[in-house]
């Protein structure tokens, strides 16, 4: 079974940062892609930022220079570090990975139940 378990959102002030961490189990980690979506109250959910199982990576033009993304193989983990916040940048924040799950190796994209970051003074 695959799952993914964000933290490290929370309530920031504007200017401020976070970093929001997803471990994934249930899956062959060095194998997959993983990456972050938003959504916002009312709004669609969006791709924010995704790192492929090499390492390479992208990051949306609404955030880019400010969020990056990273990984650690090592620790089964993803990494969204949000720096510069804007109040436009308050969503729930759903981590994701695609790829082999353990055991079967069967492919898919699977997701975290989200995490909250709200942006205001």
């Known amino acids: 079974q695959v799952q993914l378990v964000e933290s490290g959102g929370g309530l920031v002030q504007p200017g401020g940062s976070l970093r929001l961490s997803c471990a994934a189990s249930?899956?062959?980690?060095?194998?997959?892609?993983m990456g972050w979506y938003r959504q916002a109250p009312g709004k669609q959910r969006e791709l924010v930022a995704e790192?492929?199982?090499?390492?390479?990576?992208n990051v949306v033009d609404s955030v880019k220079g400010r969020f990056a993304i990273s990984r650690d193989n090592a620790k089964n983990t993803a990494y969204l570090q949000m720096n510069s916040l804007k109040p436009e940048d308050t969503a729930v924040y759903y981590c994701?990975?695609?790829?082999?799950?353990?055991?079967?190796?069967?492919?898919?994209?699977?997701w975290g139940r989200g995490t909250q970051v709200t942006v205001s003074s």
């Open positions: 994701y990975t695609q790829g082999p799950r353990s055991g079967d190796r069967m492919w898919g994209k699977y």
């Open positions: 249930g899956t062959i980690f060095s194998l997959s892609a």
């Open positions: 790192i492929t199982s090499g390492g390479n990576t």
